[in-house]
Structures are given as structure tokens and as C-alpha cells.
């Protein structure tokens, strides 16, 4: 793949009927956080951990959108987008996360649907964005079978109450995410250090989801499917030590959950990697891989860099062949599978420190494509932070962001050229908002947003998201400012 896919200047036309959206998810902007009678997740206790969180931010008021949701159903209308990805907090329709549902819990979301219906705009509904009930947790949370089993009750009571307004229902975000972050290096909720553990969390996570995917038809859903945070990963040199230690990695970020998903089966290498690890994955039991398998109408991927390691102990080697080596930090996974991540020091990065790749973003989609017999799929998050800041003019002028989602969308073309099924591409995210860890201290928004009065500003790259929805075209790529 060469950087044509990036630098391209030429217009570039999606076909009609490709879904244009917007992306958010509640933890990150509803605020309100005991309102209403909301139970409390594991993010409001994490948040309130010693060092958890940058600057010890919480979502207590986050964007307020729970208080300032027509205002921002508003701004999707003047964005053009026609499907907004929202998530439902499971501490609002099940404060304790069983039991009946909370009706002022179904009342908003059932507002939020009806008000997204009637500006034109496709609700795509998010069951779980990572804010599990806190009663939950103290069971064991994804660590046992029941929470599996809880999530599928739930699923069947949002279901119920919102089927007949919602087009597509994603299960899970970034599973990988709330299992290895939150239960092994601990970066997440709930904050656990423990490989075990998080294997055990992989496979009840993909439980819930199988789990939930009968409950959601059986109330009617129209189409579901699950978010997976995927990435290739590549070895920073050819030594063998060095590719040994980027299939591990690819083997936990992205086959663990790719092979049960689309395959039945999780991969051999992984389970003899994890076994010495409990519970891990000795929870997985009969007939658990033909619920998680069980066909999907779409996938949704998740893309932000590509990933690049070298075995522990070769960081030498990977600073010679042209790789800047982070400081290490404590972190069982990684420790555990003996790698230590790079990255390319002439390659330009985000504010997070993540790698601008977007002809690896083309790879990471024809690579699915001619590994696995893949559903339609949805580009479901992809975006970026930089140094945003509201100018002397008033203007928040953010054409960083703008050329990259430029040159993503390209590479999204050119997949499907390629002959991926891509049927539509949802920015990250339409609000800046509380990015878990980081706090409020980065803003991946089309729209800024003033913290200590909520007020909300579009920024230049609204504005050019806002042209090529109308257009369903890519201009001549922006310049950077």
C-alpha cells in the first residue's frame, strides 16, 4: 500500500446511500450522574480513584447532554448527518444492573430516539460504552458467567422499550478494551491488575454479546451486531523475537476477538499463551462459542493507529532501526506477553501520542476482508485530538482534524474499491468530552465545547464534515493549520 490513499488530491465520491454519523457515548457527555435515580458505574468509582484520571476529571456533568440534549440533536440536524451513534448507560434503565427497568432511564433515551426521528436523523444505538453497574462489579463484573447473563436481561428490556425507534443496535464498544485495559493493566474500570482475570472478561464480554443478539431480535430489533477496536500490528525489525512478539500482540488486540466472532473458535496460540492464567479462558464453556458466532448483520470497526513492537529486551534495536521507545510504565499485559510498543519517530502523531496511519486503515479493512467472510461493515469510530483552542476570531480553526479525517475517508474508499463492504463511516466524536484517563485534557470534537459554561462551538471541521455529508464527496484535501 503506498501513501497515494493519503495524499491524493483528487475529489473522491462515495456511493448514494453511504451512512454519513456522528459518534458519542454516555459516560463521555450525559453528565447528570445521579439524576433521575442513575445508579452508579464503574466509572464514577474509578474517576473518584487517587491518580486514576487526569486532574481527577469525572463525568458527574461531563458535556451536560442529559440537560442540553435537544440543543445537541439540533447541532446533528445543521451537521447533515443522517445516523447518530449514541450509547445507552446501563446505570439509567438498571441502576443496580438487574431487575425491572427505571423508567425515567427509558423516558430520556426514548425522547433522544424520538427527538433524532423527527430531524430525519438514524438512532444506532449502543448498548454497552464501558459504564457497568457498580453492584455488578462487586459480584465479579465480567470476571464471571453471570454478568454475561445479566447484560442479556438488560439488552431484552432496552430492546422492548426502544426497538420499534432504533435502525441498529451495536451490543458492545471496544470490548478489548473494558476486558484488557479495565481488568488487566488496570488503565480502565474498574481498575483491576490481573491477565486472568481480563481473559475471563474477553470471553464473558463475547458471552453477553452472543447472549443479547436473540434477546434484541426477539424484541424486534431491525439489525445488530458488536464494535471491535481493531489495529494492525507490525514488527518493528524482521528479527524473529521481534515478529513472535507482534503475533502476540495481534492475538490479543485483535484475533481474540475476530476468530470466536466470525469463526467459532479462539485462537490456539492465544489459549496456550493464556493457560497458565486463571480463570482465564478455562471459563469458556459448551455451546458459549456457538452463541458468540452466531451470524451478525454488521460489524463496526473501530480504526485510530497501527501498532508497532519489538520483543522485551530489543529496545535497543528498535531505537537503531528509527523507533522512538516511550519510557516504560507498569503494565501487566504487555509485561506478560513480553513486548514493549513503538513508534516511528518521523511519522506525525495526535495529541494522544497515536500515529497518523490512514493507508494502514486501508490495509486493517482488505486484511479483514480476505481473512474472514465478514457482514457489512460500519466504520464506527475514527478520529482525532490535536491542540485545539478558541482563536482571537472566535473561531476554533482545527484543519489538522480536518485533513485527517480527510485522509481516512480516503483510505475508507479505496477498501471498498478494494472490495470490502463498507456501508457507511461515523466521525469520533460530534462533542469534545471526558476521554476516560485523559480527563478533559483532550478534544476529539467536531464541536467544542466550553467545560465551565457547556456552551457549544463548531468548529472548521464541522464545517467541512458538514460539505462533504451534503456532497457525498471529498474535495481536494484541506491544508493543515
Known amino acids: 500500500m503506498t501513501d497515494t490513499v493519503a495524499t491524493s488530491a483528487d475529489p473522491v465520491r462515495f456511493p448514494d446511500g453511504f451512512l ?9 457527555i450525559e453528565g447528570a450522574a445521579s439524576a433521575d435515580g442513575r445508579g452508579v458505574s464503574i466509572w464514577d468509582t474509578f474517576s473518584r480513584r487517587p491518580g486514576a484520571v487526569h486532574n481527577g476529571d469525572t463525568g458527574d456533568v461531563a458535556c451536560d447532554h442529559y ?3 435537544d ?20 446505570p439509567r434503565v438498571q441502576p443496580t444492573g438487574k431487575g425491572p427497568a427505571h423508567q425515567p432511564g427509558l423516558d430520556f433515551y426514548r425522547r433522544l430516539v424520538d427527538g433524532l426521528r423527527a430531524r430525519g436523523i438514524s438512532p444506532v444505538a449502543t448498548l454497552y460504552h464501558w459504564d457497568l453497574p457498580q453492584p455488578l462489579e462487586d459480584a465479579g463484573g465480567w470476571g464471571v458467567r ?12 432496552a430492546g422492548q422499550a426502544l426497538g420499534d425507534g432504533v435502525d441498529m443496535w451495536i451490543t458492545l464498544n471496544e470490548p478489548w478494551c473494558s476486558s484488557w485495559l479495565g481488568y488487566g493493566s488496570g488503565r480502565h474500570a474498574p481498575g483491576v491488575t490481573d491477565v486472568g482475570r481480563a481473559g475471563a472478561a474477553n470471553h464473558h464480554l463475547l458471552l453477553g454479546h452472543g447472549m443479547a443478539l436473540p434477546a434484541l431480535r426477539a424484541e424486534g430489533a431491525a439489525r445488530v451486531g458488536i464494535t471491535l477496536n481493531l489495529a494492525p500490528v507490525r514488527a518493528a525489525t ?6 513472535a512478539a507482534a503475533q502476540r500482540v495481534d492475538g490479543n488486540q485483535n484475533r481474540l476477538f475476530t476468530e470466536p466472532l466470525l469463526e467459532g473458535r479462539y485462537p490456539t496460540d492465544m489459549l496456550e499463551h493464556y493457560a497458565r492464567h486463571r480463570p482465564g479462558f478455562s471459563v469458556v464453556a459448551d455451546g458459549d462459542l456457538d452463541l458468540i458466532s452466531a451470524p451478525m448483520d454488521f460489524l463496526g470497526v473501530n480504526y485510530y493507529f497501527p501498532a508497532f513492537v519489538v520483543a522485551r529486551g ?20 504487555a509485561d506478560d506477553l513480553g513486548v514493549t510498543a513503538v513508534h516511528r519517530s518521523e511519522q506525525p502523531r495526535t495529541l494522544m501520542g497515536w500515529e497518523v496511519d490512514a493507508p494502514a486503515m486501508r490495509d486493517l479493512l482488505t486484511g479483514l476482508s480476505a481473512s474472514y467472510r465478514l457482514p457489512p461493515v460500519y466504520v464506527t469510530e475514527n478520529g482525532a485530538s490535536f491542540s485545539d483552542y478558541q482563536g482571537p476570531d472566535g473561531v476554533v480553526h482545527d484543519g489538522e482534524r480536518s485533513a485527517y479525517l480527510d485522509t481516512h475517508l480516503r483510505a475508507v474508499r479505496s477498501a471498498m474499491t478494494a472490495g470490502v463492504d463498507i456501508r457507511g463511516y461515523f466521525v469520533w466524536s460530534l462533542l469534545d468530552n471526558f476521554e476516560w484517563g485523559h480527563g478533559y485534557s483532550k478534544r476529539f470534537g467536531l464541536v ?10 463548531p468548529k472548521d471541521s464541522f464545517r467541512w464534515y458538514q460539505t462533504v455529508v451534503a456532497t457525498n464527496e471529498l474535495p481536494a484535501p484541506p491544508a493543515a493549520s
Not at 20 to 28: E, K, L, N, R, S
Not at 146 to 157: C, G, H, I, S
Not at 314 to 328: H, I, K, S, T
Request: with cysteine; charged share 25%; net charge negative.
Open 20 to 28: 454519513w454519523g456522528a459518534a458519542t457515548a454516555a459516560y463521555q
Open 67 to 69: 440537560h442540553r440534549m
Open 71 to 90: 440543543g445537541d440533536l439540533d447541532l446533528l440536524a445543521e451537521l447533515g448527518v443522517s445516523a447518530y451513534r449514541f450509547s445507552i448507560a446501563w
Open 146 to 157: 453471570e454478568t454475561a447473563e445479566r447484560f442479556a436481561d438488560y439488552a431484552a428490556l
Open 238 to 243: 524482521d528479527h524473529p523475537d521481534d515478529v
Open 314 to 333: 530489543r529496545e535497543a534495536e528498535a531505537l537503531r532501526a528509527g523507533f522512538c521507545v516511550a519510557p516504560r510504565e507498569a503494565d501487566a499485559v
Open 448 to 457: 467544542w465545547v466550553d467545560y465551565p459554561s457547556g456552551g457549544r462551538l
